[in-house]
């Protein structure tokens, strides 16, 4: 479980995250809107300890984040960014096994952790293939399998933040990907995932935070937060909002 009271952090003496509250809880996907420059990567680097927080506190199990050790927290909290770069002739399966590196579970249990992550993210058919050979698509479900790897299966209430994780996959993987997420917070993961589309965002997660120039503008279900005059008034987008006809979770469409 992870929890912010209050958190605001400045940059070049510019306030660009305001005032944020929120609580990450074992089970349960957070999932974090905005427009470009809303402040929604600015709070995942603050979570995830690579920002320090001009003011406010962050907690990770009851725990102020400063006080866990770099391995510590790379037990319980796994972070995939919007771009994860490598530039070594690794293997896909090398590569993966990096996550289990905090770790002293044995080669067996790291073996058998590994391949479960490559099935998850449907990453299989790559492992031997070279890294620098992969797409970028491919590349990014890689790096999912590596950090879900870290924190593998989630039982423990371990923490995963995501940065659009899928920016740079096809409609079908973009799916599998978040399909992934959601079973990682099924097993009892607290989640929080960044996302542009509005749609993924309504069919996965259980709670959204909408930001605006760096303040909550709206927190709360799908069904409370997606609605046409929040939309309008943070992305000046119209839009008419019907229900999933099998799912039933809000379904946006732009006039």
Request: charged share 20%.
């Amino acid at each position: 479980m992870m929890k912010a009271e209050k958190i605001s952090v400045h940059r070049d003496s510019k306030r660009v995250l305001t005032d944020i509250d929120l609580m990450l809880k074992p089970g349960e996907m957070l999932g974090v809107l905005g427009p470009n420059g809303a402040g929604k990567s600015t709070l995942l680097g603050a979570l995830c300890a690579e920002l320090k927080p001009t003011q406010g506190q962050i907690w990770l199990d009851d725990r102020p984040l400063t006080h866990w050790t770099g391995q510590q927290r790379a037990r319980r909290l796994a972070v995939l960014p919007q771009s994860s770069t490598l530039s070594f002739a690794f293997k896909v399966q090398e590569v993966v096994a990096m996550g289990r590196l905090p770790h002293d579970s044995g080669q067996q249990r790291d073996a058998e952790i590994i391949q479960a992550v490559l099935e998850t993210a449907d990453a299989v058919h790559l492992q031997d293939r070279n890294y620098l050979a992969l797409s970028g698509g491919e590349r990014q479900r890689v790096h999912l399998a590596r950090v879900l790897a870290q924190i593998w299966p989630g039982e423990g209430g371990q923490t995963l933040l995501l940065d659009e994780p899928t920016s740079m996959l096809d409609p079908l993987h973009q799916h599998t990907t978040l399909q992934a997420v959601r079973g990682f917070a099924d097993r009892g993961g607290a989640v929080m995932v960044i996302l542009h589309d509005l749609n993924l965002a309504a069919r996965y997660c259980d709670r959204l935070l909408l930001l605006e120039s760096g303040c909550p503008f709206a927190m709360g279900t799908p069904d409370e937060v997606l609605v046409p005059d929040a939309l309008r008034a943070v992305f000046g987008l119209e839009v008419l909002v019907q229900r999933h006809p099998e799912r039933g979770h809000p379904l946006i469409i732009a006039r």
